[in-house]
């Protein structure tokens, strides 16, 4: 069938009759192109396989596969909250919604209960993998895990680390506490045993080191976390960076000794290739330079950073920059927990930055991005290989190519915002169709699958995802009974 694959931050291929073949363990062998269905036989033969021996599936007309979306940043515990309390600004939408709600997962029967419709929810999406934070209890998190283990969908997953500046209800008793409490969870984590069909050097579910944001840690904590960090190159780090402007001041003045947010983070030892560093509103030239030099990810998180009032990241001038940026929902700063919602309003994001800086979208000279609008193709860059390069894992995700994992979604447009004949007649007049066949009356595929693809991240929903698979296994989609909640 058809296959929209992101190549670079700027384009993307889209092939109708591409083959592409799985193997036992999901990994991908290979993918060839333009393979027309009485050449399949023929080209299956050629790479030594009978159709007889292999399970075959066809993707129908209004379909498309894509690689999974990637999902940067979000709050597993927050999501029964989703919709609730953006009349407040971050701290005090923590305090009044968020730390309230997060203390029910004391309780692990309540994790129980609300991990697994929580997990499904994000499957359903079209989420292959997805950086969660969990609360700071021990046990609900490995509930967490084990749900998500269970369910069969890729995660970085963490332990909060907070043991200042929060609620009585809601706090660590001590950093000692907490760096034992973390220790036993990453233990947890790595020992989950591998499926029986999964590659065992491809674990599905990775511990990721959850500090909260640096006003949460005490410097005890966070000089144990350098420690801790240091003795594990290949342990993740996940955080929140310059959100909001209250937020960093406060930064300021517990940590006066840094120069900056991001110096505190550096200070002891959390910058590094696999960290991911959510919101980053607010950076200066100088902290950019200090994420670009230590291979640091940037989570963009849009739909929350609107909610809260908290800013607009300068994206387009990150990329330029040559940072690594991916998108995150940051349920419930997020009202959603779809990444489709997370490329629109990092659409909207950068025409409102373009409309400030550059009303007339004339050629400027700060770079391919900045103060510009985003096009589908970097939309689409952010929410898969980018997002898989912020995660350290694009050798593995983000895109469908030999030797990676079949991390995919079967997507399914039919009947999204207008009927066939008309969306025919709509992609007819398109000016990309003249500009790739020259006959402005015949569809070129090319220009088909842009305008499916266009239609999915612009109007989708769970509706369109047919089928979600993670490392070769079919894990949900409107085509699996049960898969939504
Ligand atoms: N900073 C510290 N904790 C949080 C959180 O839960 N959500 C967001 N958006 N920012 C935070
Ligand atoms: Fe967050």
Redesign the pocket.
């Known amino acids: 069938g058809s296959l929209i694959n992101p190549t670079t931050l700027d384009s993307y291929e889209a092939n109708t009759n591409c083959l592409i073949a799985v193997n036992a363990h999901g990994n991908i062998d290979w993918i060839v192109h333009d393979v027309e269905p009485s050449a399949i036989q023929q080209t299956l033969l050629q790479k030594g396989l009978l159709i007889d021996d292999i399970t075959f599936t066809a993707l129908q007309d209004g379909q498309f596969m894509m690689p999974g979306l990637v999902d940067t940043h979000t ?1 597993a515990p ?1 999501v029964p909250n989703l919709g609730t309390g953006y009349q407040y600004e ?1 701290l005090d939408w ?1 305090e009044t919604f ?1 730390f309230p709600m997060e203390s029910n997962f004391k309780d692990v029967a309540f994790a129980k209960r609300m991990y697994p419709s929580i997990v499904k929810k994000f499957i359903a999406a079209g989420t292959t993998t997805c950086c969660y ?1 969990g609360t700071l209890h021990l046990e609900s998190n490995k509930v967490l895990a084990e749900i998500v283990h269970s369910l069969g969908q890729r995660a970085l997953i963490g332990k909060c680390n907070m043991d200042r500046n929060c609620p009585s209800y809601y706090i660590e008793s001590s950093s000692s506490q907490s760096i034992s409490d973390t220790q036993e969870f990453i233990s947890y984590v790595r020992s989950l045993p591998p499926g029986p069909s999964d590659d065992p050097d491809r674990p599905l579910i990775y511990p990721v080191l959850t500090p ?2 640096a ?2 840690c005490t410097k005890e904590l966070l000089s144990s976390l350098k420690s801790l960090v240091h003795a594990d190159t290949h342990l993740h780090i996940q955080t ?1 960076i310059s ?2 402007l209250k ?1 960093i001041q406060f930064t300021k003045e517990l940590y006066p000794e840094s120069d900056h947010y991001a110096g505190v983070y550096d200070l002891y030892g959390l910058l590094r290739n696999n960290t991911i560093l ?2 980053a509103i607010w950076l200066q030239d100088k902290e950019i330079d200090l994420v670009k030099e230590r291979k640091a990810g940037i989570s963009h ?1 849009p739909t ?1 950073n609107f909610n ?1 009032r ?1 800013g607009m990241a300068p994206i387009g001038k990150y990329l330029d920059r040559g940072l690594k940026v991916g998108l995150g929902t ?1 349920a419930s ?1 997020g009202f959603s927990h779809s990444m489709l919602v997370a490329m629109r309003n990092a659409s909207i994001t950068s025409s409102v930055i373009a409309l400030q800086h550059n009303p007339t979208n004339a050629a400027i000279d700060e770079g391919k991005f900045t103060n510009r609008q985003l096009p589908l193709a970097t939309l689409f860059y952010l929410a898969t290989k980018g997002s898989a390069e912020v995660c350290d894992l694009d050798k593995q995700i983000g895109s469908l190519e030999a030797g990676k994992s079949f991390d995919a979604l079967i997507v399914d447009v039919t009947g999204i915002g207008s009927t066939d004949l008309e969306r025919q007649a709509d992609v007819n007049q398109d000016p990309r169709n003249a500009s790739t066949t020259g006959m402005s009356s015949h569809m070129s595929s090319r220009a088909m699958l842009e305008g499916m693809l266009e239609k999915f991240v612009f109007c989708g929903d769970d509706r369109n995802v047919s089928a979600v698979f993670v490392q070769g296994k079919l894990i949900g989609g409107t085509s699996v009974a049960g898969a939504s909640t």
């Open positions: 709050h927050q971050l923590l968020t934070y909260r944001f006003i949460s929140h959100e909001n937020e959510a919101h998180c929350s809260l908290s940051d700063g």
